[in-house]
């Protein structure tokens, strides 16, 4: 299958990259409504460059591979489904509910597979965290805890505008990789309860090249509350841009039998620490499977495991088997839902039940990951 991107900012790259990793992704053209910056990426990917109209008439290409700003996101993929082609976005899915409703509609009538990220819940530390549920080393989850603390995305990307408007801020641009991995893990979200604050109402960007200037903040940058789960479980979190320094882990999940620690599902692989009962600390390493071995170098000169790109692959395998792909749209919908329920239980000081309830995504064993990988 063939795939367009539309959208040849920031993290085309990884993408474009990626097809060196799995072995059925292959992108034949690119767009921006920047036509600079897909000449660009054309010419450095040896690749065709479109007008965002001449890429969606392409008759050539099977699927877009949307890695617009999220307030673009619908618009792209329902264009990309109304020109009879699948697609897979970057998350958010949309940045409301009833848009997602509205693409799932679409893509139900048109019978053509939306795929959304995140993917990383696919790699080691979340399928290795997930056997370890299942194989009921903590027995049966009561409770939990994520956080999400640092002060903001304006030190380090070239538009940081994006992050500090609806659709962005900590929950929908950071929140997502953490509710897809629980979901993942404990399965879906039946109600929602929190509260919100925006600590500064003006950001100053200190990255270049825009240094010096500044961004109105039209989303919450904290957000405290809970999560309960289908399951009866309840999971606390801290969401904020709003803090410097902290000393609280990314991810804990505590059942009746045992305690567990998980790693930043930003990430593909991590140590897991497990504790049965009172037992020490016990480090479970997954650097050696198969979407946790380190392949590349992170800004901090670490070596890190990225895969991002399995999640596509996987959604190409899916539509070519007839199956439901693992970042499915239900699964988005329900991630996006929850998010928005997040955003508006602190707006409205009231508890928000959940209409969705997706399945969790089947579990990816090494020998099907092996398919697709080179
Ligand atoms: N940068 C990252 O590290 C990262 C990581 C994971 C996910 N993401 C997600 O990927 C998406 C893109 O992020 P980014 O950092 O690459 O942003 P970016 O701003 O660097 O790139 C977005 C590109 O989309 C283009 N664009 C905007 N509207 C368009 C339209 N209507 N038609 C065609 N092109 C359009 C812009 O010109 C820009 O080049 C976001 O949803 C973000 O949440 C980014």
């Not at 509609?105 to 939306?114: A, T």
């Not at 030190?155 to 408007?165: I, T």
């Not at 039998?257 to 009172?278: A, H, Q, R, T, V």
């Amino acid at each position: 299958m063939n795939i367009g991107i539309i959208g040849c900012g920031n993290i085309s790259d990884t993408y474009f990259n990626s097809q060196q990793i799995f072995n059925n992704i292959n992108i034949i053209g690119c767009s921006d409504i920047l036509e600079g910056l897909a000449d660009s990426k054309a010419e450095k990917y040896q690749i065709k460059s479109y007008s965002v109209e001449g890429l969606l008439k392409n008759k050539d290409i099977d699927i877009i591979l949307n890695l617009t700003i999220p307030n673009v996101h619908k618009d792209v993929t329902i264009k990309s489904l109304e020109n009879g082609k699948h697609c897979f976005s970057e998350k958010p899915l949309a940045i409301n509910f009833k848009d997602g409703l509205e693409i799932q509609k679409i893509s139900q009538e048109k019978n053509l597979i939306v795929g959304c990220a995140p993917d990383t819940f696919l790699g080691a530390a979340g399928q290795k965290a997930r056997s370890i549920i299942e194989n009921q080393e903590i027995g049966k989850i009561v409770l939990g805890t994520f956080n999400i603390m640092s002060h903001g995305m304006e030190d380090w990307h070239p538009n940081p505008d994006f992050f500090f408007k609806p659709g962005a801020g900590p929950v929908f641009d950071l929140g997502v990789y953490y509710l897809t991995q629980l979901i993942n893990l404990n399965g879906p979200i039946k109600s929602v309860q929190s509260i919100s604050g925006t600590a500064l109402k003006e950001r100053t960007i200190t990255s270049k090249p825009r240094f010096g200037e500044k961004i109105i903040v039209e989303t919450p940058t904290s957000l405290l509350g809970t999560l309960n789960f289908q399951n009866e479980s309840k999971i606390q979190f801290f969401c904020s841009w709003d803090i410097w320094k902290h000393t609280h882990t990314n991810m804990e999940l505590y059942g009746l039998e045992g305690s567990m620690i998980i790693p930043d599902p930003n990430f593909f692989s991590g140590d897991i620490l497990l504790s049965n009962k009172d037992s020490e600390w016990n480090i479970i390493k997954n650097d050696d499977m198969l979407l946790g071995t380190p392949n590349t170098i992170d800004n901090n000169g670490s070596k890190i495991a990225n895969y991002r790109g399995i999640g596509l692959s996987d959604m190409i395998d899916s539509i070519l088997r007839n199956q439901k792909p693992r970042c499915s749209i239900d699964l988005s919908i329900h991630v996006l839902e929850t998010m928005e329920a997040i955003i508006k239980s602190a707006e409205t000081n009231h508890q928000i039940i959940l209409k969705t309830k997706p399945e969790k995504p089947q579990y990816f064993n090494e020998t099907d990951i092996s398919k697709l990988k080179f």
